[in-house]
């Protein structure tokens, strides 16, 4: 049995911090299962990290359905979160309730994730409604980028914070069992996470969150492109796959790869007979 909604809902209740971190293919999340991570996402950001564009607006449902798959057969445990992309779910609320129903029955996650506040609250009731958990997400919103112009921080006036803490509770009204907090004042953060029954989980929201995510690729020092200044590196992967292939390309080259070790045999007759073969048909 995966870690239910129930059971996140009660890390919270016990004081217990709650450790995610987003996956996009089969091998990183049972990795990542293995070191004890209760909960993946398998975020948008496969638009930025996976798939090189250069914001998650292309990203489509057929995307997703593809990597959640992965990440599903990947794992036993782990409650598996399916983003729901750009456009399929801001339009129309029957689209979303039919979108998210697709992450769960084809891609076989256990709950959706979306973004936006009171706006998108409605549509979080149905999808709800519908039997689909969802997981909220506010502050830095990246599928609204064009509309924050740009990547900025959020919430950092009265105005600013006092909607954030309305979206927030919006969203626990309408049902949503967890709430992402991205790119916010840690004093927000804390802030909503004390009005809130529901787990909030942070990125680049502060130490007072219910929870942390991040992007597998920041934690991990695989995406060169861009480090958040949210992100700590706990390994230098780019470096040591670049090293580790260099050293093959140069094993290549010299011939000391692959070695009698690393190679097949055949039987000296077999080889016998070929080359007698051979010669007779030259
Ligand atoms: O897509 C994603 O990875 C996310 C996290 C950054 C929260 O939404």
Do not use: W
């Not at 049995?1 to 004081?15: F, N, Q, Y």
């Amino acid at each position: 049995m995966r870690v239910t909604i129930r059971e996140l809902k009660s890390m919270k209740a016990r004081g217990e911090k709650i450790a995610m971190i987003t996956a996009y293919d089969y091998t990183s999340a049972m990795i990542v299962e293995r070191a004890g991570i209760p909960i993946i996402l398998v975020g948008d950001s496969l638009g930025h990290v996976v798939m090189g564009h250069d914001s998650t607006l292309p990203v489509t449902m057929e995307d997703m359905v593809h990597h959640i798959k992965a990440v599903v057969r990947g794992t036993e445990k782990v409650h598996v979160v399916g983003d729901m992309p750009f456009m399929s779910y801001q339009a129309d609320a029957a689209d979303a309730i039919r979108n998210a129903g697709r992450l769960l029955k084809e891609g076989g996650c256990q709950s959706v994730k979306l973004e936006g506040g009171r706006y998108i609250a409605d549509t979080v009731r149905k999808i709800v409604g519908a039997g689909v958990p969802v997981m909220g997400h506010l502050g830095l919103t990246p599928q609204a980028v064009n509309q924050l112009g740009g990547y900025r921080i959020q919430g950092r006036t009265t105005k600013a914070a006092v909607e954030l803490i309305d979206d927030a509770k919006a969203l626990e009204d309408a049902g949503a069992y967890a709430l992402v907090l991205e790119g916010v004042p840690m004093q927000l953060a804390q802030m909503i996470t004390e009005r809130l029954a529901i787990p909030t989980i942070g990125i680049g929201a502060g130490v007072h969150c219910d929870g942390q995510v991040q992007v597998f690729h920041d934690l991990l020092g695989l995406f060169d492109d861009f480090t958040p200044k949210h992100a700590r590196k706990y390994a230098n992967l780019s470096e040591t796959i670049q090293d580790a292939v260099s050293r093959y390309v140069g094993d290549v080259r010299a011939e000391t790869f692959p070695t009698d070790k690393e190679s097949f045999n055949m039987s000296p007759e077999v080889v016998r007979e070929l080359t007698g073969q051979h010669v007779e048909t030259v």
